[in-house]
C-alpha cells in the first residue's frame, strides 16, 4: 500500500539514488585495483564481452573458482568439460604477491597459465599480466598495478592482450606438447629395442662360451691323446683334428669381433 502512495517522482528519485550508490561502488572498487588490488579480467574473442567481468583477489579474502551450480559459493563460476567442483584458489598475501593452486590433479590437467599446463597442485604465483586459462576456453587476465614492473609481458593501450594472445599461447604449447610425447614415445620404443638386442646378444654370447667350452674340453682331449699316441697314423689323425677345431674357434672368435663392432 506504501508502494503504491509513492509518487512517480520519489519512484524516480529512488531509482538515481540506487545506481548512484552502485557507481559510486563501481568507482571505489576501481580505484582500489588502481591503488594496488589484485585482480583477475576476463578476455572474450568477442570484442563486446571483452574485458568486462573483473575478480578482485584481495588480501585475507580468497578467489575461488569452480563448476557453475546452484549449490556452488565460487565466487567465480565457470562451465565447461573439465572444470572441477573445487578447481583453484588465488590468494593474495600482504605485501600484495598472488598465487594460484588448483584443488586436486583433474583440475591441474585444466588449468594453463600463459599456454603451460601446470600439471600439479604446487602454489604458483602469479605475475602481472599472466595469461590464466581454467577448463577449456575461459581465459583471465592477471592485473597487480603496484607490481606492474614484473608483469611476464606489456599489455600497452595501443597493443592490448587479447584472446586471441592466449588462444595461440595455448595451441603452440600444445603442438610442443604434442611433439614431446610423440619423440618421448619413440625414445621409449629405441630403448626397448636397444634392451632386446641386448638381451639377444647376450644370450648368443653365452650359448657361444658354453660351445667353446665344450670345443675347448675337446681340444684339450685330442692333445693329450695325440701326445699319448705311439702310432704315426693315429697321431697324425689326431693332430689334424686338433687343427681343424681350433681353426674353427679362431674363426667363431673373429666373427664375434666383427658383430660386436
Known amino acids: 500500500m506504501e508502494e503504491m502512495s509513492k509518487s512517480w517522482e520519489d519512484k524516480v528519485e529512488e531509482a538515481r539514488a540506487a545506481d548512484a550508490e552502485a557507481d559510486n561502488k563501481k568507482k571505489a572498487d576501481e580505484a582500489a585495483r588502481l591503488a594496488g588490488t589484485p585482480h583477475l579480467i576476463n578476455l572474450n574473442e568477442d570484442p563486446m564481452l571483452d574485458r568486462r567481468a573483473i575478480y578482485d583477489i584481495k588480501a585475507g579474502e580468497d ?16 562451465g565447461g568439460v573439465g572444470v572441477q567442483t573445487d578447481h583453484c584458489v588465488f ?23 600463459n599456454g603451460k599446463k601446470v600439471m600439479n597442485t604446487e602454489t604458483i604465483t602469479l605475475k602481472p599480466n599472466d595469461r590464466i586459462c581454467i577448463g577449456p576456453s575461459a581465459v583471465f587476465l592477471y592485473k597487480n598495478i603496484p607490481k606492474e614492473s614484473e608483469a611476464s609481458m606489456p599489455d600497452d593501450p ?28 619413440l ?23 658354453e660351445h667353446d667350452a665344450t670345443k675347448m674340453a675337446e681340444l684339450a682331449r685330442l692333445q693329450a691323446e695325440a ?10 689323425a689326431l693332430e689334424d683334428k686338433e687343427a681343424s677345431l681350433r681353426k674353427e674357434l679362431d674363426e667363431a672368435k673373429g666373427q664375434m669381433s666383427e658383430d660386436a663392432k
Request: aromatic share 4%; hydrophobic share 25%.
Open 63 to 78: 578467489l575461488t573458482s569452480g563448476r557453475r551450480s546452484k549449490a556452488s559459493s565460487h565466487k567465480l563460476q565457470l
Open 91 to 113: 590468494s593474495t598475501s600482504e605485501d600484495g604477491t598472488t598465487t594460484i593452486t588448483a584443488c586436486n590433479g583433474k583440475a591441474a590437467e585444466q588449468l594453463r597459465i
Open 158 to 185: 595501443s597493443d592490448p592482450i587479447s584472446y586471441d594472445t592466449a588462444a595461440e599461447e595455448i595451441y603452440n604449447a600444445e603442438e610442443a606438447e604434442n611433439k614431446n610425447s610423440e619423440a618421448d614415445s
Open 187 to 209: 625414445k621409449a620404443i629405441q630403448e626397448q629395442q636397444l634392451e632386446e638386442m641386448k638381451k639377444m646378444f647376450d644370450a648368443q654370447a653365452e650359448k657361444q662360451n
Open 227 to 236: 701326445g699319448a699316441a705311439t702310432n704315426d697314423d693315429d697321431k697324425k
